[in-house]
């Protein structure tokens, strides 16, 4: 199953827990900005609470469905079209048919949200997360494997698991 990035929002993430094993190496954790609501969302489509979620910053992405895949936005209370209709409140989960595009618009108060989908994100891991980190100029900076999403991307999101 996989997901089409349309538009891909103000700034839209693949997080997990981030990488708590590598502080050893001076590595930072990263991960999930809010893991209380990653942890609700992936329970709320049958996820392990570190599943990989998309983690939507003031306003979200645009994504085509390219197969049935059920979803949950979990957090702050993004406000969502399916197909252009007003689509059910944060928190409630919901499927996805082939062809349906899901739009997350901004939210009225908090600024993040996660869109968790049954089976989680398929992303390539680094240090045990889909996560990196990269040095400039001294600097440490978070990215995230197929990092901040573009237009037209499609192999990284790649939804792997079951149907609601």
Same mark, same amino acid.
């Given at each position: ?8 929002g ?7 827990f ?17 893991? %209380? %609501? ?10 392990d ?17 390219r ?17 252009? %209709?007003?689509?059910?409140p ?51 900076v ?10 037209? %991307? ?11």
């Amino acid at each position: 199953m996989s997901l089409r990035v349309r538009e891909p929002g103000l700034q839209s993430l693949l997080v997990d827990f981030g990488r708590a094993r590598a502080r050893a190496l001076g590595v930072p954790v990263g991960g999930a900005a809010d893991r %209380a %609501a990653l942890t609700l969302g992936n329970a709320l489509v049958g996820n392990d609470p570190h599943a990989v979620a998309l983690e939507v910053t003031l306003a979200g992405p645009t994504l085509e469905a390219r197969h049935q895949v059920a979803c949950v936005i979990f957090g702050a209370p993004f406000q969502s079209r399916v197909n252009g %209709a007003p689509h059910t409140p944060a928190g409630t989960t919901f499927t996805l048919e082939a062809g349906d595009v899901l739009q997350v618009g901004g939210t009225p108060t908090g600024a993040r949200g996660y869109l968790c989908v049954a089976g989680g994100f398929d992303a390539p891991e680094v240090l045990g997360t889909p996560m990196l980190v990269v040095a400039t100029l001294g600097l440490l900076v978070n990215l995230v494997a197929f990092a901040l999403l573009r237009e037209g %991307a499609q192999e990284s999101l790649n939804v792997e698991g079951a149907y609601l």
